[in-house]
């Protein structure tokens, strides 16, 4: 197995013919021997925490969207959040991003998106993505994917639709063997 490679994103090339991962952005928030799990992050729904939610918990107008984390299961809910105080520090994906690691932090998140709390930053999933023991690997050697660490800034700052464009681009930066502007053109 590879290193593991929680707290990276994994980005869709463009060679990868999956429907469920065309030009995605999955933020892998475990992998270890047995698989890996990760949620894409730059795929809005069109329902609002509101909507999705109403039923469960009691809440006020949100216009947030919830995002569609992939195809295993659609029904399951996810939350990332920077609540640290709500969780242990070691279980951070990457320094100030948690997911929700029970049903009790999901719903005290929840219970804080509500009430309004100008400290938190969140997105909520239906859905996650996985993979079986060494199926990412595979993907991997084969070239679907390109892969860069991840920041909780990424994820909350830069806007969903922007996301695959941007991190393309760091992801193939990062990989660049020549600097880009160079004094000796024969190199390009």
Partial sequence: MLKSL???????TRKLNDQNFYRSVVLIVEHNNEGATGLIVNRPSSFSITNALSRYF????????????GPVEPNGMFALHNAGDLEKAKDAIVPGLFMGSSPEVFEQVVWRISEGDPNLDFRIFFGCAGWAPSQLES????????????????????????LWDTLHGRAMEERRFLPQETAHPEWN
């Fill in 6 to 12: 929680k707290g990276h994103f994994l980005i869709a």
């Fill in 58 to 69: 009691d809440m006020p107008k949100l216009e947030d969207l919830v995002f569609m984390g």
């Fill in 139 to 162: 993907e991997l050697y084969r070239m679907d994917w390109l892969t860069t660490p991840a920041t909780a800034e990424d994820i909350f700052e830069i806007d969903p639709y922007d």
